[in-house]
Nanobody, 124 residues
Framework: QVQLVESGGGLVQAGGSLRLSCVFS????????MGWFRQAPGKEREFVAS????????LYGNSVKGRVTISRDNARNTVYLQMNDLKPEDTANYLC?????????????????WGQGTQVTVSS
């Protein structure tokens, strides 16, 4: 059974940076596209970023484009999300997800496995 474990969240001031990590286990990492989503209390789950199996195809959500970078290390079974210039509206639980597809995807319904998330809180 695939398991995803996120880490790297925390409390940061506006304008600061964080690097989130997600470790994949229980399956073949290189056979999954990976994604990051976020969810704030009372809000819909929102797409943040996705990377294809090979790492060659990447998508970003409009609200974070230009401020975040997704990357994957297939040797370490890990996907990363580097977040810069954080804003209070970025405050949310950030969830890692894996999809048995080739390309990057912003569609949460295409993801087969989800982690529990790591909380990011940005103070003003």
């Amino acid at each position: 059974q695939v398991q995803l474990v996120e880490s790297g969240g925390g409390l940061v001031q506006a304008g600061g940076s964080l690097r989130l990590s997600c470790v994949f286990s229980g399956g073949t990492f290189s056979e999954h596209a990976m994604g990051w989503f976020r969810q704030a209390p009372g809000k819909e789950r929102e797409f943040v970023a996705s990377v294809s199996r090979s790492g060659m195809s990447i998508l970003y959500g409009n609200s974070v484009k230009g401020r975040v970078t997704i990357s994957r290390d297939n040797a370490r079974n890990t996907v990363y999300l580097q977040m810069n210039d954080l804003k209070p509206e970025d405050t949310a639980n950030y969830l890692c997800a894996a999809a048995i597809i080739y390309i990057a995807s912003a569609n949460r319904n295409e993801y087969d496995y989800w982690g529990q998330g790591t909380q990011v809180t940005v103070s003003s």
